[in-house]
């Protein structure tokens, strides 16, 4: 069974602060995706790597995609309030199933 | 273009009984997945299907089935139900389901399990 890890599990800051949230499993994956997900809701995808190596920005959001495709990095950039949610990486595997991390809770207090 | 939907959002079932969720995709994906969210294992895979067949499966008993209809709805049953099923179970859909592709899911139906 490929695990994916997500530290930390919670993380509250004040609004400004930069923050970074790590995924790491032991497994290689063939892609990764990162998802936000808020209460009452579905997860939403934020990005995909690909390939080893791979850095993708959205905004105040920067994705790593470690060399060896085992690990994968998000940090945010001065956090908003409206960055609060849970966070949430998933890795597809050779049989394209999807494999989520814990997730890290992320509260940013105004 | 509507998103997923999910029918019901909530439901609450007492323990033997058995319950079955529904899930539209948004119109033209043809894949739909079954997620199961609870605070103490996360978002795990039941299942995927793919124009009415199962192509993936996740570990899960053999009480958590589902299927796929012909206009791409689907919907998935559980049965013999235990207070362990209680969680958000989220449905989620796409063009074809290849890697990388992107899923989008739907609200989720919160079963609760008295």
């Known amino acids: 069974t490929q695990l994916l890890e997500q530290s930390p599990q919670f993380l509250s800051i004040q609004e400004g602060e930069n923050l970074t949230v790590y995924c790491n499993s032991s497994s290689v994956f063939s892609s990764l995706q990162w998802y936000r997900q808020e209460p009452g809701e579905g997860p939403v995808l934020l990005v995909t790597v690909v390939t080893g190596g791979e850095v993708k920005k959205l905004k105040r959001l920067t994705f790593q995609f470690g060399d060896a495709r085992k690990d994968s990095s998000l940090h945010i950039t001065a956090a908003q309030p409206g960055d609060t949610g849970l966070y949430l990486c998933a890795g597809f595997n050779a049989g394209n199933m999807l494999t989520f991390g814990g997730g890290t809770r992320l509260m940013v207090k105004p | 273009k509507a998103g997923v939907t999910q029918t019901p959002r909530y439901l609450i079932k007492t323990r033997g009984q058995q319950v079955t969720l529904s899930c539209s995709p948004i119109?033209?994906?043809?894949?739909v997945s079954w997620y199961q969210q609870t605070p103490g294992q996360g978002l795990q895979f039941l299942f995927e299907?793919?124009?009415?067949?199962?192509?993936n499966k996740g570990n899960f008993p053999g009480r958590f089935s589902g299927r796929q209809f012909s206009n791409s709805r689907s919907e998935m049953n559980v049965s013999t139900l235990e207070l362990g099923d209680s969680a958000l179970y989220l449905c989620?859909?796409?063009?074809?389901?290849?890697?990388?592709?992107?899923?989008?899911f739907g609200p989720g139906t919160r079963l609760t399990v008295l």
């Open positions: 119109s033209g994906h043809r894949s």
């Open positions: 299907y793919f124009s009415e067949t199962q192509r």
């Open positions: 989620a859909s796409s063009l074809k389901r290849e890697i990388g592709d992107t899923q989008y």
